[in-house]
């Protein structure tokens, strides 16, 4: 499968190796003194050193040719390919790799499917997989072919020759196929296509409904629907055609009938007045007679929106378990002439879009979630079933806040005690918004709770997750000085979480963070029974009863499937001595036999009973019980007092200076900013900062207002009376509503490119100067009602642009707030259908030109329909394809792939390590004598004996080579070590003994015998190596003085 | 001692991914997860315990489908040595003493529960499930084929033939059936081999008479009925008409003292094994309540125990304890 070989990227170094017979003859000469073997060894090692130098110079690459083919198949998931096609398509992968992708060469397959985007189904493996299913989710509304040839790109391997394999109808409607097909082509990459061909249907599509831009009052208009209607010419379609008017809940159908489509843009025009100022969204739909003759009923849709400005609209909302608690307040305000809509907390508003109608929108005395029932002292066992909890969503609350801060809306509170903090709104996003902060910071004299929690809850679904939540919710609920512990069953028994040699239950304030960090790595048993837990908890209250300081409330709350067994009656009893209050949550519970254990329990201690059907209601349940333990928020006053005007402001303007006594109002924090403006407070406390009754601020594009008392339910009796009641809170709303003022000439127009909706406003004012805006803002709702904000670009003077993403169809509104004080401008943006459904052919033209490309070196890609004979209408057709001998996406008619490694390091490398072989053999001689007297010592050693001739014949050979060396070292002229004849041979002999020996003297007899040297032979090795060099250098230098003696 | 624990991992993985609707991904990260548990388990035995036992197997690997098992709470053995493990998936699963997956099957509903306790009748051939949420007593066939008309109970509530949540139920000689059970009513129901209540005993509390959670049952070869008292940490034996005939038990860790007793098995010699839910250890006893010695202690490593549930005693005398909390099965050697 592989052919290896070396190639050079810069060649023309190699024209250097010329110079390697000027290397030797330059060195043939200085290497004379070596000897033949050693001379022509340095010059074959220099040699190799210069030739690798320049390998690496010429930048020396080590080249893998393959022959193994990777196929990517691409396959368009586009809402135009029917779902039988899409099915077809994998069958036919499957086959076509199970067919023709060839084992033996290791060839791969891979899979990338399509729309808008793309997603890899499977990168190039080179094992045969059957894919079941097409598991990748794609964008459908679209088809980008270059997009996902890109992708494909990107997966090919560089160690095989590549194809694409294009499966799709060939209509794209973003980026530039040809385009990237000609970019492959270049690259090598050979492009097969198979035309998936359409079913040719007639389409029906509500185009738009055309809406003129200055819809007024009581003016009749003309609403258009276009119909765009696509079938063969002569044809027509029959169906019904029904526009409906949508205002706030309620919605009007102004015109039914049925209606005839002709082929191409059929236009209805319906006459229409608005009677009432408002927000009206207009949905035309056409139903066709004949479902089966229209190939999407998706786009049968179509809406508009138009503004008609009048007067204030206010969105009131109260508790729904306290309803007509206001009443009064909402007369007032209709009688000041602001429309009211009254709505109760558990019917809210849907979405961003609702809200649009309202100028200002009114929380009155209404909690964040309701449900809970009435705190009625000393009565327990109040069961709660999680079904009955209703009120904010996050994302409700979030609305709220985003239609103030972005869209400009009014937002008000007003007070009792389930507002603000008290009502479960501190750390909501409302806290934000508004210009008090619902919990108190200055902490002053107020009661320390403790709270004990039981953990079990780990049988529900997620229920570790869950116990984590609410264990937090609640750590966090808690005031710096309450108390808190968790108890849960571990290996070891029942155990507290934290502060198990405190006895369990810790000021909360120095170990919030520690707290939340274990309830990090909580991880709770099954536990057995109830009592053991229950008893720990009861002794830790117990001793809290004696710390400073005492907590005043003693709270429990457990939660539990209720499997553990009951606990007993001393348990019980312990706790009621203490006046510990036992909420019980009964989670997943096992039927009857747990619930009435925990009901139980929550009765005969005076605590709540919580049935929980829906998991997450139990962060709400664990905010509202921690919060019975942390300081109460509500401050009653006795005797009541009257506020106090500490600012002349709009609100309170021509308002009667005697405000009437209100006898509480729930404690806030003034928010530390100078846009907060204090209008009323109360005289006690004196603290300033949390003694707010009225506050207002600017939040955003909107304003907000907080008024902390209530309006006459329950605080504020005598206001009831007070005959500046309507004005006073009329003043109120109408001060937080949406800017109407009408300083400028703005023009708003609209439209859609590429996806994307486009804003421009024209600003121009009253005397047709161009306005600046630097604080123009807005944001479009989408089709789904999700929303997002508008970013305005100036493009030209008075002129500013904005564009959001608008790939869904359908409407989106457009709102957008010119800057503070400006009135709001809105307008509706329709985005079509998708233009998957426009085309109705396939575009073979385009796949036969990506197909006739011809890759770089190899061959054009076929066209797989023409050369099988089959197109692919369904899975039979899938598998002829697969099975036909006239297409191979495996076939080799590409140039095979070359797979290249720079091998330079490696080159300087061995070159690095050849030079030091080379100086080596020049400065190094090695010699080998010793081995013989080696062996024969061996010998003797090991077959005993006096064998002196060997001995005599070594110390010949030594002299013979002494004489030679010495012969040699006069010939280069240089200095050697040189030993006198007379010198003996000792024991301790140096390693250049034998070089002192001159050729063809006697040898002495050795001093002693082999054996006894063999001996003491083991002493001189361990002298070191320079040692023995020194004595060496003294005994050549005591020959040298002899001799010249 | 070889290490029979690792073999028996790697032996089980050899076979193949897991059939069933059981993802590639899934199968992967399953072969990963039981690979770490191999080697895992090569590590050397963290403790032996006392001399009471020494580990022959370790095996079970932790899963939601197929062989794999999830905190499962209940075991019985059935006369060929086939082990029934009942997990927290409401899956009944089939092993042999080896751990070689048989079959599973899944009982009828689970929503508000699994079961915690299994029988096997060998005289009538039948799997006893106490489908404790759901306040019954099944009974299947080896083969995990309900016998619906054999099905007792399905009603809360205190009248007798009505139960609390049921953690076992046991067969005598005579075919009668005993029912415990526990909530607010911690009793023993006895019925005839025809289903007809005959007489019940206990109530909840700590009580001589009474019981706080009575999670086991055990009929031995004289038709006593022996009763694991959890929660009052103590044995019971009664009579088959619900005399208290002994009861001894203290609550604590040490030797003879028992911490949440949820099971217990009797030798032929006619020895108590205990295995303790909050002592993770087995405890052997005398019918009089000394202690013989004690197997295991708490933790994830070979011969460590985790939360177990339940142990039984195979044909060859070995001990396999249902080590819960750590999703296996030990078998030890006694």
Redesign the interface.
Known sequence: MFSRSLAFDSPWWLALLALLPVLWALSYRGLSGLGTWRRFGALAFRSIVFTLVVFALADAQFRKTTDRVTVLYLLDQSLSIPEAQREAMRSLVNGLVREHRRDDKQDRAGVVVFGADSEVEIPPIDFNYEMSRIESLVDRRATNLAGAMERAMSLFPYDSAKRVVLVTDGNENAGDALRQARAMADAGVSVDVLPTPLIARSETAVDKIALPSDVRLDQPFEARIVIDHQADAGSSAKGQLRIVRKTGDVEQVISEGPVTLKPGKNVFSVRETIDRADFYTYEARFVPDNAAGDASAQNNVATAFTHVRGKGQVLFIEDWEHPGEFDRVVDGLQREGLEVTLRQSNQLFANLAELQRYDSVVLANTPRTSGFGDDLPGEGGVTVVTDALSGFSDEQVEMLVRNTEELGCGLVMLGGDRSFGAGGWDDSPLEKAMPVDFEIKAAKVTPVGALAMIMHAS?IAQGNYWQKRIAIEAVDTLGPRDYAGLLTWQ???DQWLWGQSQGGMIPVGPSRQNMKARVDRLSV??M??F?PGMKVAAAAFAKLSTANPAPAIKHMIIIS?G?P??P?GATIASLKKQKVRVTTVAVGA?????H??MEQIAKQTGGKYYVVRNAAALPKIYQREARRVSRPLVRELAPAESPVKTLEHEIVRGVSENFPPTSGFVMTTLKDSSLVEVILRSPVPTDAESSTILAAWTYGLGKSVAFTTDAGARWSDAWTEWEDYDRFFSQMVRWSMRPTGDTGNFTISTDVVDGKARVVVDALDKNDEFLDLPAIGGAAVRPDLGSSPLDFRQVAPGRYVAEVEADDPGSYMIVVSPGAGQGVLRTGVNVGYSDEFRDRTTNVALLDSIAGLEAKGGAEGEDIATATGFELTGLDAANEIALSDAYDPYRRDLPPAVASQPIWPLMVLLASCVFVADVFIRRVQVNLAWVGPLLSATKRRLFGGEEREPQAETMARLRSRKAEVRETSTAAGSTRFEASDETPPSADASPLDELRTPTGATPKKPTTPPKQSLASDAKPTEEGYTSRLLKAKRDAMKDRDTKDK | MTDPASDAVHGRHLRGPVSGPIGRRAWLVGVGAAFAAGCLRDAPPVSEGASLARLDKVWGVHGIAGERMHKPRAMAIGPDDRLYLVDFTARILVYDTDGEFLQSWQTPDSK??RPTGLTFDPVANELLVAD????RVLAYTPDGVLKEDRTVGGV?GKAPGEF??VTDAVRDSAGCLYVSE???N?RVQKFSPQGEFLTQWGS???DELQF??PQNLLVDPQDRVWVCD??NHRLKAFSPDGELLFSWGVEGSGPGEL??PYDMVMDPAGDLYVVE??N?RVQKFTQAGESLGVWGE?GSGPGQL??PWALVLDSLGRLHVLDT?NHRVQRVIV
């Open positions: 049988e290996p070891a028994g048993g099954d057995p029974e009592d499937d499997d067994s009951p007993t096992h039927g009857p036999a747990g009435s254990t | 508000s529960g404790t949420h759901y306040y809360n609390g949540f526990y909530g607010d911690d909840h509390g700590t706080k959670r959890a929660c911490y949440y839910y909050g993770h708490q985790w939360s909390q």
